[in-house]
Structure formats: C-alpha cells, structure tokens
C-alpha cells in the first residue's frame, strides 16, 4: 500500500457548472467589502492521502484536473484485483454532502460500473457512504452522500474520504477516476459545532455500550455508578421494568400484561409498519350475464367516489376494440355502456391508448393508439383526444389531431396522469406514429412531456426528447423519452414519477421524479436508494425495467407499487419462458426503499398450465391460485379500499399467438396487525415458562401446553402446529446437565450475577431475524433453545462460563444463570419490536476488542 501527501486542492472552476446551493447570499455590492457569501454547499479543497496502486503515468493526483480530452488524465489501478482503494483527505473535518465524478470525452472501458464510498474522521475507521455506479457515457455524474448520523439526529463530519471501486465496465479492464469534485461545508464556524454534537453523540454511545456490558456480565455496582455520574440512561424506563419483570423476578404473566399495554400505545406500530404487506389474490367471480371478452393493450381507470371501474377497447387477438364497461364493485357486476362508440360521437377502434378519469368533473380522457404499419398513412395518422362524460353517457371529440394545437402527435405506449386540483394532464413518452415512407429513417421518435390544462382546453410542451432538434438550444429543457415506463402522480408532493422503460436496446431502470411546479428534475435511484446504510451494501433490489410494469400510487402512505410480469422481446408475441414469472413490489417514498412482497416463478406456459379451476389466466403459484405470467394487462388501485383490479392481457403463448384473457383479479395487501404481534409475543414468553416448567414440573408443564401454549397458536396453520407438536419432546428430554449439551457451558455461555436484585443479560442487541409475517409459522427458528444470540454477543465463553473462582464471587447456581440466560434471550427479541430510540446499542463493547 503506498501512501502520498499530496495537498494539491480541487480546482475552483468547475467546467460543468457550480453545484453550491446558496441560502441568503448576499450579492456583492461594488465598492463594499467583498467577503465570500456563506453557502450551505461549496466546493471542498482536498489532496490524496493514500491509495492501493497505480498504473505507470496514471496517477492519483490526475483525479484533481479535469481534462475530459485527455486520457491519461485518469487515476487507473495497477490490478483490478480488490481492495483498490482512492482514499481523500480534507483540508479539515467538512460536512460532505455530494460528489461529483468527471468523465472522458467517450464512453471508456475502464469507468467504474460499482463502487462504494466511504467517510470518517479517522482513515482506519469509516463507515459507508454510498454505493452507487457510473454510466458509461460521457456525461458526468453527481452523488449525494450520507451526511447524518444513522438514526440521522446529527451531522457526519468526515475528514476521510475513501472510494473503491467493485467493478468495471470492462469486466477484465483495470479501474479509472478521471476527476473528482467533493461539495459540502468545512467552515469552522458551522463545522465546530456540529463536531461538537457529533462527539457529544459518540460519548452518550460508549457509556451506553458500557452500561450495556456491565449489565450482561453482572457488575451492577458499576453499572449503577456509571449511569449515576453520568446521567445517561441504558434504555427507556418502560423497557427496564420489562426487563425487571420477565428478567429479574419472572413475572411472566406480568410481562406479558405489560407488552399487551406497549402494544395498545402503539410503541410496535413503527415496528408493524416496516414489515413488509401480505399479498392475497382472489379472482372474481362476476354475477353478470355478460361481461368484457378477451383483450390485451387494453385501458382501466377507477372512479374510487362512487366505487366504479371503466374499461375501453384493446385488441381481441384479432382486431382492435372500441367498446365501453363499467364495473359497480357493490353490485360486483359490469354493464355495456357502448359497444360500438364511434357510432356515438366517440373513438374508433383502439389499443394501447391511454386514459385517465378526473374525479372533479368525472370525465374520461383518452389520447392515442396503436396502429399497423399498413395503415400509417398521412390522412389516417392523426392524434385524436377524446372526453367520455360519464353523468351524461356521452362522448365528444375535444381535438381532431392534438400535434396541430400545441400536443404531442400520435403515440402509443405513452403514460398519462392528472392533477385534478390544478386541472392538468400530463403525457409523457411513448413512440411516435410517422407514414409510411420508403425515404424515412428506421430511427424511431420519442415524445417529450406534455401538459394540456383541461378549463383553457390549452397543450403545452414542457420537455422535449434529448434527440428533438431543439434539445440542442440553451433555452430548451429535454429529457430521455421512453416506452414501456411507468408514471404516477403525487397529488400532495405534487411531483411526477416515472420509473423504467425501454428506448432501443436499452433498459432504463431510473426513477426519476419531476416537480409540476418548480419544473425540477431529480433521479431517485442516485439521490436516495444508495445512500450508505447496511441495506445498501445488498444486490441492488428492484424491478427489472425489462418487464411490462404496471404502477399505482398511493398518496396518503407515500407508497408506489409495481406489478411484474413477462417480459416483453422485440417480437411483442415471442416470451421468453424462462422469465415467467409474477413479482409485486413497494416503493417507499418516506424510507427511498424497495420491497418486494411476492415473487412467484412459473413453469413455461401453455393452454393448459393457464386453465387451472376452468378459468382461463389462472395459475397455481406455491399452491396458491393466482393471475398467470402476462404483458398488455391493465392494473389499477382503488385508493379508498387500499385494493388493486387486475384484467385481461397476453399470456405470451408462442403457439396460440391470438390467445388474450378475460380473467378479473382483485389484490389485497395488507400490514401485520397489533393483534398478530400480540399473539406472537405471548406464544414466545409462554414458550419460555413452558420450558422452565418442563424442567421443575413436566405435569404441570404438560397442562400448560395444552391449555396456554394452545391458546395462542393458530392451528389452521400446519407450520405453527408442527412447531407446537414439537414442544412436547421436552417433557421426555433429559434435563441432567451432563446428558444435555444444550445446557453445557460449551453450548450457552452461562452469566452469574453479583446480586439477587439484578437480573442478567447475554447478548441484548443481537439482531435476530424474528418472522417478517408475524405470528405465522416460523415461530421456531426464534426458538429459546437457539445459541445464535449468545454465540454473537461478543461474550467470550472463557469470560462467561463460571471457573471454580468466579463462582465462588457470586452467589448463583449454575441452573440459575441458564435460567437467567433463557430470559434475558427472550427480552432481546421483544425489544426489537420496540423503537430504536428506547433500546440499548445494537452493538456490543467486546466488538471493538480483537485480541
């Protein structure tokens, strides 16, 4: 490893434009005192501190000129083997809050695809930052870093910057930073305080650890001394008399009387809601003598007020549709508005149109459609707009041809959404429908974004695609336009979301959101989803933007959720078997995270393996009935009854490439309850009584199965029923400590205590994956008899195994500390339902102790 002492600094012009965000400056007046304004954000002087390796005339300190022309002007490592490492050092501590990575004038085989970022005052101890990627264009790349704390109470000053890169474009190709730009504040007049908390913060962790460590090993005396002097508090003291009850004295009945009361304040809410939703599909069963036949490339929207769902067109497998129905979800029936509505005022036959119900007028809009290239002939190619009122029944064509007045021309695969409160529509993407010319380019055209403001009846162009001719003009705000995306919008941010889609060969699996009023663009996936945290050390961890997505929104939780399924290839009929499958995912606008709720992989598909219950799209996923593997569907979400409507699509059979569906699903989602999390606690803490009975009393232990233990399992469940049934072994299991090892010192490191007052702990923080669905069936791998906490604690077995000496200190049996050992297991996995502000330190002290 080599070292370099470099203090040149980063540049002060930036040749891509300053990223400082100003708050208050004050414009400097000629003839005054010029001093600099205070900025929250400015630009960092810098010099290499260290680095893995470098490659002959590739230096490190080439990343602090930016000279995108120049391509030795590049840090390259020697090796791609790993660690390589670029580590930073700062003119002094700074709050960092981006980093700006330049680029050659071309896409290069050396940039980092991967890499990770890390920060702290010290160079032998950071904690990541962020972990993100780079595109392999020429464009360069801002980040933000995480520059808070972990439960994000204070600042993260940093004076070490430490960037390594995973992965390079060219898998077998040495790494490359062309340049870096650090953004952020080392004023020492904002700085100093923010050191000063952050160290006040870090001492209030170590006397936690502390008292924390002398709890788990027994010294009370110096656990009360500590907490007396200095005034800081292990925990809550709602969380202490837990401990108190079931630790100290266990009172199991008293503790399980004050978690009911924990849970009715809600103090497991926060704990509920970060669990993921259960999914249920049910297909619906319409009483309805007719109904809507098969279709793909169809349109649904939702009319939540009074409880409606409106269906227009698509295409049969056969010809395109241009029929009406609406769906009563009381009644659970649907009726034919208009079977044919060109013939009343309306539009002709179509798919993959879109449209979009505006609650405060009750109207349907519609704008586009697909058409075969046989019939793309000038006179016919016309981008008609279209409004169905549905108080009065009646259609009425608002524009002939929306490109004449300011709209997009004719499109498909485009996405629409409204802002009821400011009567607006927007349209963005899709591909634009040009003649037919033998003359004309093969390169397909993208549409930009559009706004068409429903009491003026006026279009106007907001973006236009990066390849328009006027994307080139510095007064002309563009973006990449896409098909196969998707787009919500968030009536109370007031911001659009556009996730995914497809441009040429290319995969776009950015999440951008556009700011209606500021005009603001902004990419989630960079901003937020990576910032440095332990989820985003995973795979990244979210739909593929190569599937055919559907995405709702729901405004009141700040959730997005995407329906996948097939994947589409350049041949719209031609599936990849492989690929069949079904997932559902959640974004959490409130936490920047993805969760997946259900993934689902079917077999390849045919006529048969998609008739299950004679009912065409129905297939058995994990012995569940549910929608089978499709693309051209339509998803949309009731929100009033938190319910999504699924229907119809193309099942992407090769052989039967006319086939579509008819079918109806409705998905449910829902949060563990209170209830739920109440009953899985009682089943763990009287688990554990049982246990202790099985030993003293295996009668009185055997009535308490049958009766308590019963009581709290659910026993339609096979899983909690097995589980139950096994409990039973204890009765006959020997509880001689020679015969059974479960109890050795080996096998669960024993804790004694100084005083009867004061119970023991083992390790309280260790993080054990409780069952995500609580109260179902995994109960057990929680099971009581589990070591993983003990073997985790950071207690060494020599430290916590009592020698004839410690023994002979302490006052306790040795079945007494394995008593004291079992409950103090089960009080670690109660409180990590609890709020992370009420609990002690998920670490340990001994972690930071190697020997």
């Not at 050992?821 to 709020?835: D, I, S, T």
């Amino acid at each position: 490893m080599s070292a370099s002492t470099t203090t040149t600094s980063s540049p002060t012009d930036s040749s891509n434009g300053s990223l400082a965000i100003s708050y208050g400056a004050v414009p400097v007046v000629p003839g005054t005192n010029s001093q600099k304004p205070f900025t929250l954000s400015e630009r960092l002087s810098f010099g290499i501190y260290r680095y893995s390796s470098y490659s002959p005339n590739y230096l490190p300190e080439n990343v602090l000129v930016d000279c995108p022309n120049d391509q030795t002007s590049r840090w390259s490592a020697y090796t791609n083997s790993p660690p390589q490492f670029l580590t930073l050092k700062l003119r002094r501590p700074a709050i960092v809050q981006k980093i700006k990575f330049g680029k050659f004038e071309k896409s290069h085989v050396c940039n980092i695809k991967k890499f990770r970022v890390y920060g702290g005052l010290e160079d032998e101890h950071m904690v990541l930052l962020l972990e993100a990627g780079l595109k392999n264009d020429n464009v360069p790349e801002v980040f933000k870093l995480r520059c808070m704390t972990e439960d994000g109470a204070e600042n993260l000053p940093i004076l070490y910057l430490k960037i390594v890169p995973l992965l390079s474009w060219g898998p077998s190709f040495n790494f490359s930073i062309w340049y870096i730009e650090l953004h952020g504040q080392d004023d020492p007049m904002y700085t100093c305080a923010r050191m000063k908390n952050y160290n006040t913060l870090r001492e209030t962790e170590i006397i936690k650890l502390c008292l924390k460590h002398f709890r788990q090993q027994g010294y009370m005396e110096a656990f009360g001394a500590l907490q007396e002097q200095t005034n800081v508090r292990l925990e809550h003291p709602l969380i202490s008399e837990l401990h108190k009850y079931l630790v100290v004295q266990g009172d199991f009945e008293r503790a399980e009387r004050f978690i009911a009361e924990c849970i009715d304040e809600g103090l497991m809410d926060e704990y509920l809601n970060k669990q993921d939703y259960k999914h249920t599909w049910h297909m619906k069963y319409t009483e309805s003598e007719i109904k809507p036949g098969n279709r793909g490339g169809h349109q649904l929207v939702v009319d939540a007020k009074k409880r409606l769902i409106y269906l227009y067109g698509g295409w049969d497998g056969y010809q395109d549709l241009s029929d009406l129905w609406v769906y009563n979800i009381e009644l659970d029936e649907w009726n034919l508005l208009c079977e044919r509505s060109e013939s009343s005022n309306g539009p002709t036959p179509r798919s993959c149109h879109k449209i979009i119900f505006d609650p405060i007028s009750e109207n349907i809009f519609m704008l586009g459609r697909y058409l075969d290239n046989s019939i793309r002939t000038s006179d016919y190619i016309k981008s008609d707009f279209y409004l169905y009122d549905t108080r009065a029944r009646t259609w009425m064509q608002i524009c002939d041809d929306t490109s004449q007045v300011g709209g997009p021309q004719l499109v498909y695969d485009h996405q629409m959404c409204i802002d009821a409160d400011k009567r607006t529509i927007y349209v963005f993407g899709g591909k634009i429908l040009t003649p037919r010319s033998p003359t004309s380019s093969t390169e397909p055209e993208y549409s930009g974004l559009f706004s068409y403001h429903i009491a003026t009846n006026t279009w106007t162009q907001i973006l236009v695609d990066c390849h328009h001719a006027s994307a080139s003009q510095a007064d002309v705000m563009s973006i990449k336009s896409r098909i196969t995306h998707c787009m919500v919008f968030h009536n109370k941010q007031r911001k659009l979301y556009i996730y995914g889609g497809q441009r040429g060969k290319e995969d776009l699996d950015e999440l951008l959101t556009y700011d209606v009023d500021s005009q603001a663009i902004s990419l989630m996936n960079k901003e937020n989803s990576h910032l440095g945290n332990t989820a985003s050390t995973e795979a990244k961890f979210e739909p593929s933007s190569g599937y055919t997505l559907r995405a709702t929104i729901d405004c009141d939780r700040d959730e997005i959720y995407v329906f996948s399924s097939l994947n589409k290839v350049k041949d719209r009929r031609d599936v990849h078997h492989g690929d069949a499958s079904n997932s559902f995912w959640v974004y959490s606008l409130r936490t920047h995270k993805w969760s997946r709720i259900y993934y689902c992989r079917h077999n390849a598909q045919d006529v048969n393996s998609i008739n299950k219950a004679n009912f065409l799209g129905a297939s058995k996923g994990d012995g569940v009935l549910e929608p089978c593997p499709r693309y051209a569907h339509q998803l949309v979400y009731d929100e009033l009854a938190k319910t999504h409507y699924l229907f119809g699509g193309n099942p992407g059979i090769f052989q039967y490439q006319q086939l579509r569906l008819d079918d109806f699903w409705l998905l449910q989602l829902e949060k563990p309850k209170r209830e739920e999390v109440l009953k899985h606690c009682r089943f763990l803490v009287r688990k554990l009584r049982y246990e202790e009975m099985a030993r003293s009393d295996p009668l009185k232990a055997m009535e308490y199965l049958r009766h308590n233990i019963s009581d709290v399992i659910d026993h339609t469940d096979s899983e909690q029923v097995n589980n139950f049934h096994k409990l039973a072994s204890l009765l006959f299991k020997s509880h001689d400590k020679g015969q059974d090892s479960s109890l050795s010192p080996s096998a669960t490191p024993e804790l004694c205590a100084e005083s009867e007052r004061f119970g023991t702990g083992t390790s309280e923080t260790t993080k054990v994956e409780m069952t995500e669905n609580v109260g179902l069936g995994a109960a057990e791998n929680i099971s009581l008899e589990s070591n993983e906490s003990l073997a985790t604690s950071g207690i060494s077995e020599t430290a916590s195994s009592p020698s004839g000496s410690s023994c002979t200190k302490r006052a306790r049996t040795e079945a007494t500390c394995e008593l004291q050992n079992r409950r103090a297991y089960l009080f670690n996995k109660l409180v990590q339902l609890m709020p992370t502000s009420m609990v002690q330190p998920e670490r340990n002290l001994s972690d930071f102790v190697v020997i």
